[in-house]
C-alpha cells in the first residue's frame, strides 16, 4: 500500500522570492487555476497583509471553486503584542481562506538577532498567533524557519519550538531548511527525531543552495515527513525552492508514494510550461522531466540504442509527465499532436495521407524556425485549414509601414497599412501608443468596414519571448497573442528577427481567425466584394 | 584528517553532449587551462577516435604543461575483434594521454540490445580493451555504463564486469548511473557492496534526470567511492552530468573532504561563468552557489535581517566560492534593500538621510509605473548615483527616429538617432534586422568614435514583458536587457507602454554604464569634449 504525501505548491508565494519572478493578480489567478488542475492540495496565494496584489488575488478567489485548498502565508504576531489586534493576521481571517501558513522562528540565533526579543517571548508568538488562527476555523500550517540550523544549534529550544505550536492546534509541523545548507543525511536523521519526540503531522521545506533541494524533500519523506512544500520549476529566492516537478515524478514514479496520482502526473510537463509562459521565465533545456531536453537524444550511439528499445537510454517513459522522446538527428515526435488537432477540427486526415506528411513537414520546419503553436491554437488551426484547402484567403497584405519618433518627451507611432479584399485595395492610416498598437488600429480600420463585427474583439495579452538570446537585439522574437470577442479566446504566433514583423504576422492571423469563425458575417462590404470572398449566403 | 576525493571533469566530452553545447578545438583549449587553474585532477578532452576537432585538441595539449592528467576517451574494443586492431583504441594510444577512460557495459540488457553480442564476448572486450592500455603504459578508468541498472537487475554479472576490469589492471572502476533515474539510498547501498566486493579504486558518474546526480555523487562519496566525474554547470546530454560547480563546494565546505582546496575554491563562480561565456551557454541565474542570484535577497524581512547579520540567510559565506552578495530591489523589500544597495556603492547614506528618503519615493514610484530593478542592477546604480550627485550627463539624445517598411519578402528598419555629448552634437543613422536593432546600431555608431571600448560590449539578452495585459498592444512594457564586455555583466530596464521607447531607455543605460565604467577612457574624443565631459585626467 502507498503512503499519501499531500503536495503544498508555494510557487504564488515563496517562488516570487524569485528573481525576475513578478506575477500580477492576474497571473496568480491563472498559475492557481492550472495548480487545482494539475491536483496539488494546497496552493498558497501569497500574504494578504503585505500587498495589493496578493489582497486582489484572494478577494478573486473568495467566490470561486478549488479542489486545493487556497492558502494565505503570515508570520507570527508581532512581539509584544496581541494576536487578536494583529493587523497581519487578521487580514489573513479577513481572506477568508480555509488554510494558512504562519513562519515562525526555531533558531535561538534567530530569535536574537532578527527579532531581537527573548526565547520566551517567541513561544508565546508562536502560540498566540497559532491558536487564533484555529479560533477562526482555520487550518494552521506553522513553517519552522531555519529549523535544521536550529535544530544543530540547539536541538532542545527548537523541539521547544515545535511542541509549542502542536499545543496551539497546529495541524501541520512543517520543518524548514531555509538557507538550504543542510545535507540529505542531516535531513534524514533530524526529521526522524523530530517524528519520534512530536506527535503531529511532519512536513518538509526546503531549498536548493546546495543543490540538493530534491534530494532533501526525499530524505525527509522517507524519514517520515507527509507534506512537502515546493514550487513549480524550482521558482524562488537565491537558488530556488524544492522543484515540485522533481519531486512528485520521483515520489510517483520511483518511490512507494502517491501525491497527484499517475493519471494527472501525465499534465505535469503542460503545467510547468504553461506557468513559465505566464511568469515569462525560461525553462532550462535540460529541466528534469519537464524539459524540452529531458528526453532529447544526441549521440549517435544513444540514438541508435534507442531505436532498439528506448529503455536503454531513459529511465521513464517520457509520456509519463507529459513529455515527450526527441531524436536530435532524426525528428520523429509531433505527428500525434498534429493528426489530433486534425482530427478534433474535422478535417479528414485519413483521405489525405501525402497532406498529413505535408503538413507535419512544414510544422517541423516552422517550429524550427523558432514557431510554437503549444500556445497558439488559432495559428495552427489556421494552418491546418489552409493545407487542407478548407480557407479561402479573406485578405492579402500588400504593405505596411511604421514611423516611431520621439523628440523631448513627444512619442509619435504611426502606421500605414495597405490590404486587399477581393478587387478592393484598402489604404489606412492610424495612430497609437506604439508601433505595435498603431499597427493594431490600423489594420483594424481597414477591417471594419466589411467585418463590423471585428469592433467586439479586443487583443487580451501579448507576449514577445526571444528566442535565440545570444543575437540580443539581432535575435529572433516570438510573438504571441491573446485575443478575445467575449465568447470566445484565441492565441496566435508570430517570429521574426524583427520585433514588429513578428507582432505583425500575429495580428494578422488573429484577425484572419476571427472572420474565419464569424458566424454570420453582418457585412456593409459590398455584394462584389463578399461574393469574390465566398461570403454571401446562397 | 581529511580524505581525497579526485575531481575527474568531462566537460569538454560527456558535457558537449548537452543540447546546444559546442566547442571548436580552441575553445576546448580555452577550457582546459581554465580547468587547470581551478586545480581539478583529470580533464577528459574527448575521444580521439571521434572527429577532427578531439584529434586537433589531442595534437595541440601535447606539447603543453598541465597539473591534471589530460584525459582520452574511448569504448572497448569492437566485438570479435583485436584491441591491437582496434582503430579507437590505437588513436588514443597515438594521442599521447597519461591517462584514458574506456567505457563498458555492465548491464546485461544492454549487452543483448544494444551490443547484440554474448556476455562472455562482452567480458572479453573489457578485459582486452584495459590490458590493452596498461601495456602501452597509460592509467586506465573503467566506466562501468548503467552499472546502477545492470546490479539492480543482474547483480552478479555487474559485479563480474567490475571484476574482469580490475583483473585487466584498471586504476579506477566508476560506476556510472547513466540513464539518471537511480535515487540516492540505491546509490550508497550498491556502492557500499562494490566496494566490499571489489577490491580497487571506485569512482562515481551520475547524470542528473531525477534532479540528484550531486545528491547521488555525495552519497556514493560517503559509501566509499573516491573519484567523482562530473562537469562544470552541469553540461551534458539530456538533463545533464553532475555539475561539478556544486559538488566541489559541499565537499569542502559540507562535508570531511578534500578536492580542489579551499584556496582554490575562491575560482570557482569565476571558472563557471569563464566556461558558459565559450560555451556560449546562459547560467541559469540561481545555479547553486556560483549563480548570479546565489546570495541575492530579495523579501524584505529577510534584507533586514541580512543587514544584522548575514548568516541570518546565507548558508555560506559567498566569497568562498568567489560570489557575493547581492541585494535586490523590488516592491517586496523596503527600504533596508535600499540603503544596503547605496552602501556596496560607497554612496554615503548616513550624511544624506533625506536624499535616501527621496530615492527610496522615487524607486517605489517608478515601481508603481512597472520598472524592476531586481533584474536590472545597472539602471539601479546609475539612478542612485544621479540621485546623489555623483554622476555627470555624459550625452543627451535629442531624438531618435524609426522607419519600419514591409513590402513583399522586403523588410527594411533604420534608425534615426540625434545626441549631444558635450557641445557637439552627433546625427547618425543606422539599418538594423529590425528597429531596436538599428537603433542599437545607430547609438553605438555615435559613440564609438568618443568611447573607442564600446566596441567590445554586446547585448547578451533582451526581454520584453507586458506589464498591464488587458491594454494588450496598447499595454506598456518592460524591457530588460543585459549586456557584457566579457569581463563584467550589467542589466538595464525601460518601460514604456511603446516597445521602441522601453527597449531605447534600457540601451541608454547600458551604453551609460558602460561608460562610467570605463576605467581608463582611452578617447578619441576632443580635448574639448573630453574636458566638458570631466573625462580628462587632470
Not at 23 to 35: N, P
Not at 138 to 160: Q, R, S, V, W
Not at 168 to 183: K, Q, R, S
Not at 312 to 324: D, Q, S
Request: with cysteine.
Amino acid at each position: 500500500m502507498t503512503t499519501a504525501i499531500s503536495i503544498f505548491d508555494t510557487t504564488l508565494r515563496d517562488g516570487t522570492q524569485g528573481e525576475g519572478i513578478s506575477l500580477s493578480a492576474d497571473d496568480k489567478l491563472k498559475i492557481a487555476l492550472k495548480l487545482d488542475e494539475l491536483g496539488v492540495h494546497y496552493i498558497e496565494g501569497g500574504n494578504p497583509g503585505s500587498n495589493n496584489k496578493d489582497i486582489e488575488f484572494f478577494e478573486r478567489v473568495k467566490g470561486m471553486k478549488f479542489n486545493a485548498k487556497i492558502t494565505a502565508f503570515g508570520s507570527t504576531r508581532r512581539k509584544n503584542s496581541v494576536a487578536e489586534q494583529d493587523a497581519s493576521l487578521l487580514r489573513i481571517v479577513e481572506s477568508g481562506v480555509p488554510a494558512a501558513t504562519l513562519v515562525g522562528k526555531s533558531w535561538d540565533f534567530h530569535v536574537h538577532t532578527a527579532l531581537q526579543t527573548t526565547l520566551e517571548e517567541n513561544l508565546a508568538m508562536i502560540f498566540d498567533s497559532i491558536a487564533f488562527l484555529k479560533r477562526n476555523g482555520i487550518e494552521a500550517i506553522f513553517d519552522a524557519e531555519h529549523f535544521f540550523d536550529g535544530y544543530k544549534h540547539n536541538p532542545e529550544y527548537a523541539l521547544t519550538v515545535l511542541q509549542k505550536a502542536r499545543e496551539a492546534g497546529a495541524d501541520w509541523i512543517v520543518l524548514c531548511d531555509t538557507n538550504g545548507g543542510t545535507l540529505p543525511g542531516e535531513i534524514h536523521d533530524i526529521v526522524r527525531r523530530v517524528n519520534n519526540e512530536i506527535k503531529a503531522n511532519i512536513g518538509i521545506h526546503t531549498h536548493n543552495d546546495c543543490e540538493l533541494a530534491v534530494a532533501n524533500s526525499l530524505a525527509a519523506i522517507q524519514a517520515g515527513a507527509r507534506q512537502v512544500q515546493g514550487t513549480i520549476n524550482g521558482y524562488g529566492e537565491r537558488c530556488g525552492n524544492a522543484n515540485l516537478c522533481s519531486i512528485i515524478p520521483n515520489l510517483e514514479l520511483k518511490l512507494d508514494y502517491s501525491t497527484i496520482g499517475v493519471d494527472k502526473l501525465q499534465q505535469l510537463t503542460g503545467t510547468a510550461r504553461y506557468i513559465s509562459e505566464i511568469a515569462n521565465a525560461n525553462m532550462p533545456v535540460g529541466q528534469p522531466y519537464v524539459g524540452n531536453a529531458a528526453f532529447a537524444h544526441k549521440g549517435g550511439i544513444h540514438v541508435s540504442a534507442i531505436l532498439k528499445d528506448s529503455k536503454t537510454y531513459e529511465h521513464i517513459r517520457p509520456e509519463l509527465v507529459g513529455n515527450k522522446q526527441r531524436v536530435l538527428v532524426s525528428e520523429l515526435a509531433g505527428q500525434s499532436n498534429v493528426i489530433s488537432k486534425a482530427q478534433e477540427l474535422g478535417l479528414d486526415i485519413n483521405a489525405n495521407n501525402n497532406k498529413t506528411r505535408e503538413i507535419i513537414d512544414r510544422i517541423k520546419e516552422l517550429e524550427h524556425q523558432g514557431y510554437q503553436f503549444e500556445g497558439a491554437d488559432a495559428s495552427m488551426e489556421l494552418l491546418l485549414r489552409e493545407a487542407f484547402g478548407e480557407m479561402e484567403e479573406i485578405f492579402q497584405v500588400e504593405s505596411f509601414k511604421i514611423l516611431v519618433e520621439k523628440t523631448n518627451a513627444d512619442m509619435v507611432s504611426e502606421a500605414i497599412v495597405k490590404i486587399r479584399l477581393g478587387d478592393e485595395t484598402v489604404y489606412t492610416a492610424a495612430e497609437g501608443n506604439g508601433p505595435v498598437n498603431a499597427l493594431d488600429n490600423a489594420l483594424r480600420k481597414s477591417l471594419i468596414q466589411f467585418f463590423p463585427k471585428i469592433n467586439d474583439i479586443h487583443l487580451s495579452d501579448y507576449k514577445v519571448r526571444v528566442i535565440d538570446e545570444q543575437g540580443a537585439t539581432a535575435a529572433k522574437v516570438r510573438v504571441l497573442i491573446e485575443s478575445t470577442d467575449f465568447d470566445n479566446t484565441w492565441s496566435t504566433v508570430g517570429v521574426s528577427s524583427n520585433v514588429i514583423e513578428a507582432s505583425w504576422e500575429a495580428l494578422v492571423d488573429s484577425f484572419r481567425y476571427a472572420i474565419l469563425n464569424m458566424s454570420k458575417v453582418e457585412s456593409n462590404a459590398s455584394e462584389n466584394v463578399r461574393e469574390q470572398l465566398g461570403l454571401v449566403n446562397h
